[in-house]
């Protein structure tokens, strides 16, 4: 099987394209680094030659809110035009849990942009949801710095290993198209505030942690649950304080 990866040189797209090939499929990392745009278009038709399934594991270099919503409309439009003409059977995308819950956010917003067009395009499709990823904590944390100071709300969070997500989209893009959402979860709930606190404290990183209810995620207001899954989420196995102690 051939399986094109949309930003098959990034931390997802680089263990997802490993992963394939392990299990023996034909995988493509495509990305600007490998002569593939997928804002221009440049080297779309070349690629997706032969390709059974296109997973997209891109990211917007900007969450800046037009640029944001930019990127997935324009990227999402020009790989599905050169999916259909490609013939590809199956498109794959990775997604974040909680998206059509935080309207407010602007990166959420163009992410619920990307997956209506997958989902109106007539291509069959399977739609991966996954929490917050171990490797995003830092990312989250600069997100919400002011100075000295980490704000953060007291919302529970679900996060998981990068690898495990790797894993689940790489059996969704190896299955049969759901044309709907599959979700994915590592298997233990914590505090947002309280997992940021250990966390940089883990790493000596003198960043105070402050307990704000109202503290925005990415432009949004957090409710308690906001950012955990479903009752029928795929639950992964590695903790993240087994993680954690590996990365020191």
């Keep these: 099987m051939k399986v094109v990866v949309i930003g098959g040189t990034g931390l997802i797209g680089s263990k997802l394209v490993a992963k394939l090939e392990e299990h023996g499929h034909e995988a493509v990392p495509a990305a600007p680094n490998t002569g593939v745009n997928t804002l221009t278009g440049e080297g779309l038709a070349e690629v997706l030659e032969g390709a059974d399934v296109v997973v997209d594991v891109s990211n917007s270099p900007s969450f800046e809110k037009d640029a944001v919503m930019e990127f997935f409309r324009t990227s999402t439009t020009n790989l599905l035009k050169a999916e259909a003409d490609a013939g590809v059977t199956h498109h794959v995308a990775l997604s974040v849990v909680g998206t059509e819950r935080l309207p407010d956010s602007d990166y959420f917003r163009a992410k619920v942009a990307q997956e209506n067009l997958i989902k109106e395009s007539g291509i069959p499709y399977t739609i991966v949801h996954a929490t917050q990823f171990f490797e995003f904590m830092n990312g989250i944390a600069a997100s919400s710095t002011d100075g000295d100071t980490v704000r953060l ?5 679900q996060p998981i290993a990068a690898d495990e997500v790797a894993a689940a989209v790489g059996s969704a893009a190896i299955g049969a198209p759901v044309d709907g959402v599959v979700e994915v979860a590592g298997p233990e709930a914590f505090r947002l505030d309280e997992l940021l606190r ?10 105070t942690v402050v307990t704000d209810p109202h503290a925005p995620y990415f432009g949004a207001e957090l409710q308690e649950t906001t950012l955990l899954p479903g009752p029928d989420a795929h639950i992964a196995e590695t903790r993240f304080a087994d993680w954690l102690a590996r990365q020191q």
């Design 198 to 207: 250990d966390t940089l404290a883990a790493q000596n990183d003198p960043r």
């Design 153 to 157: 709300a007291p919302v529970k969070i």
